[in-house]
């Protein structure tokens, strides 16, 4: 059966039961199918990633007031709900080893603010950070950890699943991420009580009651039946995406890696990523604005990495803590083509355009 037929067939069973809103059989299978995929307890399927993050930050504790450590290197929907709990965001560097949080930013942190309340990690681009250190630190300090594996689901550190090693870890099946609901997103954890207090807030914090009640502010955050059915039937397919975002990096870099001045994203040892996109840094004589009109010419889309959030007009008054490490990566990076549809023509084209401007 194809992908969409798996899809087609979760959908149907919705509107064919009538279960359209956010509950039902389809909430509940994929909550379940996902917990098990990845290798954890509980799962709350919400509305977005970014609702997720929000959830787990309430659920660890952030209030108004509170400092938490957010990588700068990174998408504003990190940093964003740390802002709607009226809480605090100090910024940390990357470093270059795995363009994710460094380890010696944070603890420069930790130094400087000892009573933060919550650390959020990213997993960018499918690359995990280096959680051993991150961890350790976060535990000597008693701090809860939340994962933010909006882009890397299906990969692995240590051979564990990002977003299940810290307290609680979060997930995006926006249009553009390894598998799409259109929007939604997942929060999991070991905590079962936790994840059930989420669904509760989630749901407007309806009360147990005969009639409407409600004791605390409620949320809604829940995914609807109908998305949840997409859901299913696209994480039937995630092992095969993984593979052919595999496929796309290798292409990559069996064309381009030979190029003077090009460097791939780093992989390493302990890392096994989802590929979501395949990313590049340049340095001193090709820009990546060059680049990145060139392919523009020839109808192919790339882009710049994220533009770090103490660099942001919103966030620059906020602390940020470290080096350049992240502003170099902003600079000097681009993010190629990756789409799954894509073909081998499609690849070529891409190769083609970058290594003109070598020629020039």
């Known amino acids: ?32 199918e996902f917990t098990s995929k990845i290798g954890i307890k509980s799962a709350a399927a919400l509305s977005s990633g970014t609702a997720a993050i929000h959830m787990a930050l309430k659920a660890a504790g952030v209030e108004k007031g509170d400092l938490v450590f957010c990588p700068t290197l990174t998408f504003s929907a990190t940093a964003n709900p740390i802002i709607y709990q009226n809480a605090i965001p100090v910024f940390i560097d990357s470093d270059f080893e795995t363009w994710n949080m460094c380890p010696l930013a944070l603890e420069e942190a930790f130094e400087k603010y000892p009573n933060v309340k919550a650390v959020l990690v990213v997993h960018l681009y499918g690359l995990s950070a280096n959680m051993e250190p991150i961890i350790e630190i976060c535990n000597r300090k008693n701090v809860p950890v939340i994962e933010d594996a909006a882009e890397s689901l299906g990969s692995y550190y240590k051979r564990r699943h990002t977003g299940t090693i810290g307290d609680y870890g979060i997930f995006s099946f926006n249009g553009n991420k390894i598998i799409t609901t259109s929007g939604g997103g997942m929060l999991v954890s070991n905590h079962k009580e ?6 509760f807030w989630a749901t407007q914090s309806k009360d147990k009651a005969k009639y409407y009640q409600h004791s605390e502010l409620g949320f809604n955050y829940r995914m609807s039946n109908v998305v949840a059915g997409i859901g299913r039937g696209q994480l039937m397919v995630l092992d095969q995406r993984v593979q052919k975002k595999r496929y796309i990096f290798e292409y990559y870099h069996r064309e381009l890696a030979r190029l003077d001045e ?16 395949s990313c590049i840094t340049l340095k001193e004589n090709i820009k990546p604005l060059d680049m990145i009109d060139a392919l523009e010419k020839e109808n192919i889309e790339s882009r710049h990495l994220w533009k770090p959030m103490h660099l942001q007009p919103y966030f620059e008054k906020f602390d940020f803590v470290g080096t350049i490490a992240a502003q170099k990566l902003f600079e000097t990076g681009v993010c190629l083509p990756s789409d799954t549809k894509m073909t081998d023509r499609d690849l070529e084209r891409v190769v083609e355009t970058i290594k003109k401007l070598w020629k020039k």
């Open 1 to 32: 059966m194809s992908e969409e037929g798996f899809e087609r067939n979760y959908i149907k069973e919705a509107f064919d039961t009538n279960w359209i809103a956010p509950i039902g059989p389809n909430v509940d299978g994929f909550e379940k």
């Open 194 to 199: 936790s994840i059930e207090k989420v669904k």
């Open 262 to 277: 090009l460097e791939f994203m780093p992989i390493n040892q302990w890392n096994e990523p989802n590929y979501w996109l």
